[in-house]
Nanobody, 123 residues
């Protein structure tokens, strides 16, 4: 399974970006999908996650109300819509997939990772 993340870039505070994560080599049937981020000098942290069914979504408190995770299972793609971006959102964003229908916020429990896409928010 390969995950390809895209959509990062430089944006001013208050702006928006939409990240995409396309999977190849396998269909994500019964996989939980998530987004994580890692800022320089910090540990990788959970951002958002969604089960294969596309039901209940999960968010870090720091992004609730601003970010939205969604999935298009027909395209084997998961998205992260990021609105009202803040300088503290600056990080490398990674998509991940877990061979389980159970969503988790723990990075080590995900089985596949994309290469990361840089998001920089200027003040």
């Amino acid at each position: 399974v390969q995950l390809q993340a895209s959509g990062g870039g430089l944006v001013q505070a208050g702006g928006s970006l939409r990240l995409s994560c396309a999977a190849s080599g396998h269909t994500f049937s019964s996989y939980a999908r998530g987004w994580f981020r890692q800022a320089p000098g910090k540990e990788r942290e959970f951002v958002a996650a969604v089960p294969w069914s596309g039901g209940t979504t999960y968010y870090a408190d720091s992004v609730k109300g601003r970010f939205t995770i969604s999935s298009d299972n027909a395209k084997n793609t998961v998205y992260l819509q990021m609105n009202s971006l803040k300088p503290e959102d600056t990080a490398v964003y990674y998509c991940a997939a877990r061979r389980s229908i159970v969503v988790t916020t723990t990075p080590s429990l995900y089985d596949y990772w994309g290469q990361g896409t840089q998001v920089t928010v200027s003040s």
